[in-house]
């Protein structure tokens, strides 16, 4: 049983060089690469068999080694990759539950990241092999790791084929993978920020006392401990990676036999009472385009996911400035004004959203202005508890209460400048974005328009025209606080004549452009 599907998985590898010439390129390349990082591996474990500092070896190798067993659980789940060997695919067949799971859990040998893995496995083992329990010790350790990453990868692979098959479920997990990356980012800091020379090695050691406990690194501790004396700790962590290994075992055929008989989800129709935001808004074309915009940021995920990533931006752009040695009383003055461009820039190509539904617009009769407007709306309602809590949190731990006006002025000048610059962009040089249903983390080709100088114009402008307000804020900083009045001053004038300039050509050209705007959304 086994053999056949070993077959079977030969055969689904083969097809994939039936495909284009250069999809078969592609392929090839990510074979080689991952070929060539397995013996880049195995060279230097090889080469660690000749140093005489086997606990800085076995710490390295225990938060590493956590490390991959961790992306084999998580990269399926968060990459959304389709399972070839299903196991539902074989409902139909009768075969028994433990026989499945046994194939298809030795299915998951043949490909790229089990034979680099197995590669790397057979390094430790060179590594580790200092005597003859050491290198039996290192062998029943490979094997383990192997079989715990490979059972890991299975049943997160079939969770999410099987939790994880509406689009939505889909487009959240991807989310939920950024946030994560972003929440360990501070761990990253830490690392890159920690002096080496003095603390790294009692840092490494710390992290590896913690995970050499835990089914993450207990398997790779082993022949570790072992080459170091401490073989009673090394029975031990044995014992929980064989235990670990086991249980994982049970779970897939739980997972294989539920998976049997259970029918893929699908997405639930909600039902919706009442007009919603077309109840609340005023009955006019501005109200009503209004409550749309509202309707498209409550439900469409191209704008969520867009919204959510707005306070995530900035925790990445100070993560550097910190590495950089930044004071971080300053660091507090940058989130909001960026959570402010990037609000402002959100709507840079507003109107390609809309698809084909712009033909409303354009059949109607639309006014420019009340489109203009209408848009503009559910931002500018964002952006004031954006402003103004924020900048007070800002302010707080910046520390001097003076500085609290610039921060106004400077957050709204480049959110009512990207407004404005958002407001003529998106109906002149509107380009291809996902279509509606589509995955919001999907962008299609736009080759024949100009993209990139869109998103820097819209991006840009609003931080040059902000430039009178920052420069007035650093004034009132190091100079005389009276420069902070002025920044808010400008500040608010500057933004203001933007976003009025900004409607007011944007509508002109919505009223000259409209059979333009509606073939640019078909095209797209």
């Excluded at 030969?10 to 390349?29: D, E, I």
């Excluded at 949190?393 to 709204?412: A, H, K, N, Q, R």
């Excluded at 959110?415 to 999907?442: M, W």
Aim: charged fraction near 10%; hydrophobic fraction near 55%; aromatic fraction near 10%.
């Amino acid at each position: 049983m086994v053999a056949q599907f070993f077959g079977l998985k030969l055969r689904l590898l083969a097809n994939l060089f039936r495909r284009s010439p250069w999809q078969v390129v592609g392929l090839l390349v990510g074979l080689l690469y991952g070929l060539g990082v397995a013996i880049t591996f195995l060279v230097a474990l090889i080469s660690l068999r000749f140093v005489g500092d086997p606990v800085l070896i076995r710490d390295s190798l225990i938060v590493a080694g956590s490390v991959v067993v961790l992306g084999f659980l998580l990269i399926p789940i968060v990459a959304g990759i389709d399972d070839s060997m299903d196991p539902r695919k074989f409902a139909f067949l009768g075969i028994p539950n433990r026989s499945l799971s046994l194939g298809l859990a030795g299915s998951a040998l043949i490909g790229v990241p089990a034979v680099t893995l197995s590669i790397v496995l057979l390094g430790t083992v060179f590594t580790w092999s200092r005597g003859v329990g050491q290198t039996l010790l290192a062998l029943v350790s490979a094997g383990l790791i192997l079989a715990t990453c490979i059972l890991l990868s299975r049943v997160s692979a079939s969770l999410a084929a099987f939790l994880l098959s509406t689009r939505r479920s889909r487009e959240f997990t991807g989310l939920i993978g950024v946030v994560v990356l972003v929440m360990i980012s501070p761990v990253v800091v830490v690392l890159i920020s920690t002096d080496w020379a003095r603390h790294g090695r009692t840092l490494l050691g710390t992290l590896a006392s913690i995970l050499g406990w835990t089914p993450l690194g207990a398997a790779w501790a082993v022949p570790g401990d072992a080459s170091t004396g401490a073989w009673g700790p090394a029975i031990l962590k044995l014992v929980i990676a064989a235990a670990s290994v086991y249980t994982l075992w049970l779970i897939w055929q739980l997972v294989v036999a539920r998976m049997l008989v259970s029918p893929g989800r699908e997405a639930a129709a909600k039902q919706y009472s009442g007009l919603g935001w077309f109840d609340r808004m005023p009955h006019n074309a501005v109200g009503a385009i209004a409550a749309r915009t509202f309707t498209y940021w409550a439900r469409d995920s191209r704008y969520w996911v867009s919204l959510i990533m707005i306070p995530i931006v900035p925790i990445i752009a100070v993560l550097p400035l910190i590495i950089a040695g930044v004071p971080l009383h300053y660091l507090a003055l940058v989130p909001v004004p960026l959570m402010c461009v990037f609000l402002g820039w959100t709507m840079h190509n507003d109107v390609a959203y809309d698809s084909t539904a712009i033909w409303l617009h354009v059949a109607s009769g639309t006014r420019g202005v009340a489109d203009r407007i209408g848009r503009l709306v559910p931002a500018l309602v964002m952006a004031i508890p954006v402003i103004g809590m924020g900048s007070a949190i800002s302010i707080w731990f910046y520390g001097d209460w003076t500085v609290l006006p610039s921060m106004l002025g400077v957050s709204t000048c480049i959110l009512l400048a990207g407004l404005g610059f958002s407001s003529y962009t998106s109906t002149r040089f509107p380009y291809p974005v996902t279509k509606p249903g589509d995955s919001p983390f999907a962008q299609p080709q736009a080759s024949d328009t100009a993209a990139a100088l869109v998103q820097s114009l819209t991006f840009t402008g609003s931080i040059v025209l902000a430039l009178p307000a920052l420069l007035f804020a650093y004034l009132g900083i190091t100079e005389d606080p009276v420069w902070h009045l002025r920044s808010l001053g400008a500040g608010i004038g500057l933004g203001l004549l933007a976003v009025i300039v900004g409607i007011w050509l944007g509508s002109r050209t919505f009223e000259r452009r409209g059979p333009e705007m509606l073939a640019s959304a078909q095209r797209a």
